[in-house]
Structure formats: structure tokens, C-alpha cells
């Protein structure tokens, strides 16, 4: 009986030292992760460099132990070019996470008009171009709205598909080139949505297209660089002429 105890008292013992060896090891991993966001805050290259080299997976253990805005995001959101490549080049897979919003760090990118980091992104992800948020935005709708033509190129280049991809409204990135008045961004797409037939006839849900669209808006600059367009002006005309 009293071996017996003694073996169970043993193994408690073992129990409780092994415990503490995880507690501890666990507190040392949260610091480490701590340090990493602070580092990624204000974009500290030679931080993330040497947390990397002590803790070769610190990185993807940041993925699995915090429910924060993910790590790539943070760098992205802050515009720090440097720590965002080194963080892409140790784990590629970063582009494609996805945070609270369903945003991904290329969502994030194009709405804050940050084209080096664009670059970056679409360098070790391509997907993240067709990837809807919460309010059903793709990457280039961003970059539409706000009329940014090399970045709406670059997205395109990246996933033509994307041009189609329609908000929740229905509205496409023509719609927001005319309701921001983006003639430059506009002009880019019908060059580049040729090999899309009728794209240019596509309605939102209240049947507008992108002509109706700019007659109620009075976009003088859209509506002319139609009517002097023979080709789409035919294509408009026949559109018209349907509804009635």
C-alpha cells in the first residue's frame, strides 16, 4: 500500500513539474507574440528578424494562439513595405488570411491607395483578388472607387475574372467609375473588358446601367465620351430600345 502511494505521489509530482514546463513555455510564446505585434505596429524589421531567428514558428503560432487582427494585416493596415515582404517571404500563405471583416490584407492595401504593397501581395497571392468582404467588396472595387488606374490595372492584370464580380447591389467597377466620376478608370476598363461581351450593357439590381447611371448623376464627361463613342453608342442605343 504504501508503494503504491508513493508511486502516485511520484507521478503527481511528474505531472505537475511537466504542467509547469508548458505554462512557462506557453507565457514565453504570448510575450513573444506580443513582442511580434507590437513589432509589426511600427514596422520594426530588425525585431521580426531576430523574434524569427530565435522562434523559427513564431509566426505561424501567432496564426493559432490570438484572435486579434491577424499579424499581416496590422503591418499592411500601418503601410510598412519592409516588414510586410519579410513577413510574405517567411509565410506566403499570410496574403490569404482573412480578418474579423473578411477583409484580406490586399483589401486593406487598395483601400488605403498603397500600391508598393499592393505589388507585394499580388507577388505571393493572386487569390485574395477575387475574395468578397463583409460588404461584398473585392480588392478592385476599392481601387475603383477610388479612381487609383494603376492599381486597378494591376489588380485586373492579376485576375481578369475580377471585372465581373458584382457588389451586393449589383452595381460592377463601371458603376463606381461613373458614381466617382473616374473617366480615366472608366476608359481603362472598356479597354481591358472588350473580351467580355455586353459587360458594358450590365445592370444593377434597379436596372441601371452604367449610361443610366451617369444621365441621373449628370456625369457630363461619361455621358459625352459615350455619345462621341459610334461603336458603344450603338450598343446603348439597342439597350435603350429594349426596355421600351
Not at 513582442?35 to 514596422?43: M, N, T
Not at 484572435?67 to 510574405?88: K, M, W, Y
Not at 475603383?144 to 492579376?158: F, Q, R
Request: some cysteine.
Amino acid at each position: 500500500m504504501e508503494d503504491n502511494h508513493q508511486e502516485i505521489t511520484q507521478l503527481f509530482n511528474s505531472s505537475d513539474a511537466q504542467n509547469s514546463q508548458v505554462i512557462i513555455s506557453m507565457s514565453i510564446v504570448e510575450e513573444d507574440i506580443t513582442k511580434l505585434y507590437e513589432a509589426s505596429k511600427i514596422g520594426c524589421v530588425q525585431t521580426l528578424k531576430t523574434l524569427i531567428q530565435q522562434h523559427p514558428y513564431l509566426i505561424q503560432k501567432a496564426l493559432i494562439y490570438t484572435i486579434e487582427t491577424p499579424l499581416l494585416h496590422v503591418s499592411v493596415s500601418h503601410g510598412h513595405l519592409e516588414f510586410t515582404q519579410l513577413l510574405l517571404d517567411h509565410n506566403p500563405q499570410l496574403a490569404a488570411e482573412v480578418d474579423v471583416f473578411r477583409r484580406t490584407p490586399l483589401h486593406i492595401a487598395c483601400a488605403n491607395g498603397d500600391i508598393e504593397i499592393v505589388r507585394a501581395l499580388l507577388e505571393k497571392n493572386t487569390s485574395a483578388c477575387l475574395v468578397e468582404d463583409r460588404n461584398g467588396f473585392i480588392p478592385l472595387h476599392y481601387a475603383a472607387t477610388s479612381g487609383n488606374i494603376e492599381m486597378m490595372e494591376l489588380l485586373i492584370n492579376a485576375r481578369p475574372q475580377s471585372v465581373l464580380m458584382k457588389l451586393n447591389n449589383g452595381k460592377t467597377v463601371l458603376h463606381l467609375c461613373v458614381e466617382g466620376n473616374h473617366l480615366e478608370g472608366l476608359k481603362l476598363l472598356i479597354a481591358l473588358t472588350l473580351l467580355f461581351e455586353d459587360f458594358l450593357n450590365t445592370v444593377d439590381d434597379v436596372g441601371n446601367t452604367i449610361l443610366d447611371l451617369s444621365l441621373m448623376l449628370q456625369r457630363i464627361e461619361v455621358h459625352g465620351r459615350f455619345q462621341t463613342h459610334e461603336h458603344y453608342g450603338r450598343v446603348f442605343t439597342h439597350n435603350s430600345r429594349s426596355k421600351n
